[in-house]
């Protein structure tokens, strides 16, 4: 089943067609990769899906309700979650802290809860206790709870922002290279951080450099190259599909695997 | 609750005691009550802008402002209309509960320092308005003979030791709001709007929405403090709407501990009490208050609060250290140590 379904999507800034006529569709349960030399649109894509950018044509579909166009704080709600190129995190926060600030999403309880400690108020936050330590405990870096968020390992801060983004119970989480910056042997624990989170029931979407990771990993995979899809399909056709070849040869584009 | 020695706990005990015993010892020095009672009304507003300077993030100058409009409204309301203390100040904080929201639609639209300069505008405004506007506010002639609040019982407010008491009630309030916000999932939310907006969205935090509700409560307790200042004061003249009285909130609160609970009480008091205590030199004081500044914003960054409370903080986790296992589940511990370690940040 169709989890998001993608038609026509295009976004321009100023002259420039960052992504032009992008059809996808993200099946439930599966991985699915966007992958392109720099440049081609990649990212983008990801921001007009969660609803950082707003599509300039094109809809966006998930679960059958259009969404095109919704604010990330709709889109996170109705359960798509991301993360970032470039790790963000709440620095000063505990690691802890950190994953607890994906429940507020799901919170009900307000200023007035808190300040009457209301039981509604006492068992949400309870909850988001639980909650927060499974998906730390999922991402296998609970005994880091109490750290302050900046001062853990580069490899611990990306799970961190992976466990933030599970705890907001997302049905899709978007990947923005997950495992960039990386060594080879973190990246094998990613990959299989990646398996447990589709085996948990969530359905991933991928953006990565790392065509070793894409190939293991993706169930499905979309090839852009500036801001068009050139090629899409399983990881093997994509392999041997010619257009796809001359896209990485032909660009000026050095291969990032190993490298930082 | 855990039963272990809280170093927060103790120095909010500390604190507490300090201002409930103040007039006992005192034994009948007024000037000194009346300075303490004027320092209270200050530090509940200054509790205001903790809500949106010290956890949100954004830098509102219009603080002073919206001070100065609960002040006018429930001087003008008690004096030239005649109206009783109570409503007058309910009057005041609806105001400027509802004009801080207004306002924020329409300030929270630009960002960083050009939300600091735009408050800035809307507290000259404000200002100018009440300094100007003579037919309504009596501009430089200023409102005197402002209602104390009117008395429950026994409690007759004309009293300066129990008008103190009432302000130090308010205090209190605006104290707890602080510390229940920040250990619940709102304060989450504006911590992690001052943190970075775009991770903040990226979890599905309304990031316009919830600045906006910060700025109209930050606004709702500078009218409150306002409104209870014009009673303290029985008259008041435009400077209690001035931009440097929105200065002067923010040295205290960034003296005290931005984002803090205790913050704006200890910086307000430390501050005011400074500030007597350099009264000769008048206008020279700011030779001696300056360089103090200078040396605090260097070596405590986080104000006095927050500097004490980092101490605690790494002081904990240099014990927490000798147990710790990186890699293995720590869950046995109690969600409590989380809540003090966050009241460390």
């Given at each position: 089943m169709t989890l998001l379904e993608v038609r026509g999507l295009g976004k321009h800034f100023s002259g420039l067609h960052a992504v032009d006529d992008v059809d996808l569709d993200i099946a439930e349960g599966r991985i699915t990769a966007i992958i392109g030399p720099n440049g081609a649109g990649k990212s983008t894509v990801f921001n007009l899906l969660a609803g950082f950018y707003r599509p300039t044509s094109g809809t966006v579909r998930f679960r059958d309700r259009d969404i095109t166009g919704m604010s990330p704080h709709r889109t996170v709600a109705h359960g798509i979650a991301r993360t970032f190129q470039t790790t963000k995190l709440f620095e000063d926060a505990t690691v802890l802290d950190n994953v607890l600030s994906g429940r507020i999403v799901r919170s009900r309880s307000t200023a007035f809860d808190a300040v009457l400690r209301t039981p509604r108020h006492r068992r949400e936050e309870r909850l988001n206790l639980?909650?927060?330590?499974?998906?730390?405990?999922?991402?296998?870096?609970?005994?880091?709870?109490?750290?302050?968020?900046?001062?853990?390992?580069?490899?611990?801060?990306?799970?961190?922002?992976?466990?933030?983004?599970?705890?907001?119970?997302?049905?899709?989480?978007?990947?923005?290279?997950?495992?960039?910056?990386?060594?080879?042997?973190?990246?094998?624990?990613?990959?299989?951080?990646?398996?447990?989170?589709?085996?948990?029931?969530?359905?991933?979407?991928?953006?990565?450099?790392?065509?070793?990771?894409?190939?293991?990993?993706?169930?499905?995979?979309?090839?852009?190259?500036?801001?068009?899809?050139?090629?899409?399909g399983a990881p093997a056709a994509i392999r041997t599909d010619p257009q796809v070849i001359e896209a990485y040869l032909g660009a000026d584009h050095t291969d990032q695997e190993g490298a930082g | 609750m855990t039963t272990t020695f809280s170093p927060q706990r103790f120095g909010t005990l500390l604190v507490a005691l300090a201002l409930l015993l103040a007039p006992l010892t005192l034994g009948g020095e007024e000037y000194v009550l009346r300075v303490l009672t004027v320092g209270a009304t200050y530090a509940i507003a200054v509790y205001g802008m903790n809500l949106i300077l010290g956890l949100t993030g954004q830098l509102s100058l219009a603080h002073g402002g919206f001070f100065g409009i609960g002040v006018y409204v429930v001087g003008l309301l008690t004096t030239d209309y005649d109206w009783a203390f109570w409503p007058s100040l309910a009057v005041a904080v609806t105001a400027t509960a509802v004009g801080g929201y207004v306002a924020g639609v329409v300030a929270l639209r630009t960002h960083e320092e050009y939300f600091a300069i735009f408050t800035m505008a809307m507290g000259?405004?404000?200002?100018?308005?009440?300094?100007?506007?003579?037919?309504?506010?009596?501009?430089?002639?200023?409102?005197?003979?402002?209602?104390?609040?009117?008395?429950?019982?026994?409690?007759?407010?004309?009293?300066?030791?129990?008008?103190?008491?009432?302000?130090?009630?308010?205090?209190l309030g605006a104290a707890y709001v602080t510390y229940a916000v920040r250990r619940s999932g709102i304060g989450r939310t504006l911590v992690a709007i001052r943190t970075s907006e775009d991770l903040a969205r990226?979890?599905?935090?309304?990031?316009?929405?919830?600045?906006?509700?910060?700025?109209?409560?930050?606004?709702?307790?500078?009218?409150?403090?306002?409104?209870?200042?014009?009673?303290?004061?029985?008259?008041?003249?435009?400077?209690?709407?001035?931009?440097?009285?929105?200065f002067e909130m923010l040295m205290f609160i960034l003296v005290g501990g931005l984002g803090t609970v205790l913050g704006p009480v200890v910086g307000t008091f430390l501050v005011l009490f400074l500030f007597e205590f350099f009264q000769d030199f008048e206008a020279y004081r700011f030779l001696v208050l300056g360089p103090i500044i200078v040396v605090l914003v260097i070596f405590a960054p986080r104000g006095i609060v927050g500097y004490l409370n980092q101490f605690v903080g790494r002081v904990r986790s240099r014990g927490a250290n000798g147990s710790r296992n990186p890699g293995g589940p720590r869950g046995d511990r109690q969600a409590e140590t989380t809540t003090d370690v966050k009241e460390a940040l």
């Open positions: 639980e909650k927060a330590m499974a998906a730390l405990e999922f991402a296998g870096i609970a005994g880091y709870r109490d750290e302050i968020a900046a001062s853990v390992p580069q490899e611990v801060q990306k799970r961190v922002s992976i466990a933030l983004a599970l705890a907001t119970e997302p049905e899709l989480l978007l990947l923005d290279e997950p495992a960039a910056g990386l060594t080879e042997e973190e990246t094998v624990g990613f990959a299989q951080l990646i398996r447990d989170i589709v085996a948990d029931g969530v359905t991933v979407g991928l953006v990565e450099h790392r065509m070793s990771m894409v190939m293991s990993l993706a169930d499905h995979i979309l090839v852009l190259d500036h801001g068009k899809e050139i090629a899409s | 000259f405004i404000i200002f100018l308005v009440i300094s100007r506007w003579e037919s309504v506010t009596h501009a430089h002639s200023g409102v005197s003979g402002v209602k104390f609040p009117e008395g429950f019982g026994a409690f007759d407010f004309s009293e300066p030791t129990v008008m103190y008491y009432l302000v130090l009630l308010f205090l990226s979890i599905g935090v309304n990031v316009g929405l919830n600045k906006q509700l910060a700025f109209a409560a930050s606004t709702t307790l500078a009218g409150l403090g306002g409104g209870l200042f014009a009673a303290v004061q029985g008259f008041v003249g435009p400077s209690a709407a001035g931009i440097d009285l929105t």
